[in-house]
């Protein structure tokens, strides 16, 4: 019995599944054909998290794609009270600060597709995201994105990204409504005004 050439391996159907748009089909092939040709045949699967969420995903990337995992790090941690970060990114991206980076990519070169993924701050990209791009060399690299946002979309996260790394491929990515961390500190706040628990 012929073996059956045409069924989909879980790491193309998943990458397919991620590219979901019907208007990107040809982009999808091109990704997914792309996911398997890194180091080794592994994408590389780069993400940013402030809570946990992004990582989730990462993980899950990671795990179902057989990709190589990279955690993006400020050199100096980003506060750990959340308005103080969004007061912290809100200057950065004021000033078009690039925060410097823990560590880089050793081997970048070795590969050619990179899931890229972040929380979207602001209706945009956080400046740490803009310094992992702009500190190395993507030309010719496909990159997926995969964002969580808070309830008002991508934003210009997109243009953000695609001017950081001129010279790369921006395939169509991921995108969902995450746990909205503002909301949950004011519900937070809004019991213990209220009920004042500590009484």
Known sequence: MMP??????RREMLVSSLLFPLAAVSAMSAASANAQSGAGGKPLVAYFTRSGNTRTIAALLSRDLD?????IEPATPYPADYFATVEQATHERERN?????????????????VF??????????????????????FSGKTIIPFNLH???????????????????????????????????????????TKSDPTR
Not at 4 to 9: C, G, I, V
Not at 67 to 71: H, K, N, R, T, W
Request: proline letters at 6%; charged letters at 20%.
């Open 116 to 137: 890229l993924g972040f929380p979207i701050w602001g209706a945009s990209a956080p400046p740490i995201v803009r310094s992992f791009l702009a500190n190395q060399d």
């Open 150 to 192: 808070g309830g008002y979309g991508l934003g210009n996260s997109r243009e953000i990204i695609a001017s950081a790394a001129p010279k790369a491929n921006f395939a169509t990515g991921f995108v969902m409504e995450g746990l909205q961390e503002r909301r949950t500190t004011e519900l937070v706040r809004n019991w213990l």
């Open 4 to 9: 059956n050439t045409t069924k989909k391996t």
């Open 97 to 113: 600060f690039l925060p410097p980076l823990k560590a880089s990519v050793s081997n970048l070169s070795s590969y050619k597709t």
């Open 67 to 71: 990709g190589d995992l990279f955690e």
